[in-house]
């Protein structure tokens, strides 16, 4: 079970963290990660932490937001600076575990201009 928090609106140019935390069977997760599904869109990937420290980011979103994930307490959290409108989205945190996709309940992100 993935349990996301954060979330919410703010103004061009400002901040905001996610946060996601796994629960339950949590042995053999390899990676953890956002994604996001704007209204009219395809869901997407923005960041993924995978087993080893192997980070990919979205082009989109590059300099501007880090994931950064706690292996020992199964959580992984994305810090966005510099948010653009286009960045609005429902985000969903993500993880592999035992290579299946899970996903959390989404979190909204509205930036406004």
């Known amino acids: 079970q993935l349990q996301a928090s954060g979330g919410g609106l703010v103004q061009s140019g400002g901040s905001l963290r996610l946060s996601c935390a796994a629960s339950?069977?949590?042995?053999?997760?390899?990676?953890m990660g956002w994604y996001r599904q704007a209204p009219g869109k395809q869901r997407e990937l923005v960041a993924i932490d995978s087993n080893g420290g192997i980070t990919n980011y979205a082009d989109s979103v590059k300099g501007r937001f880090t994931i950064s994930r706690d292996t020992t307490k199964n959580t992984v959290s994305l810090q966005m600076n510099s948010l653009k409108p286009e960045d609005t989205a429902v985000y969903y945190c993500?993880?592999?575990?035992?290579?299946?996709?899970?996903w959390g309940q989404g979190t909204q992100v509205t930036v406004s201009s």
């Open positions: 339950g069977s949590i042995f053999g997760i390899s990676a």
């Open positions: 993500n993880a592999v575990h035992f290579l299946r996709p899970y």
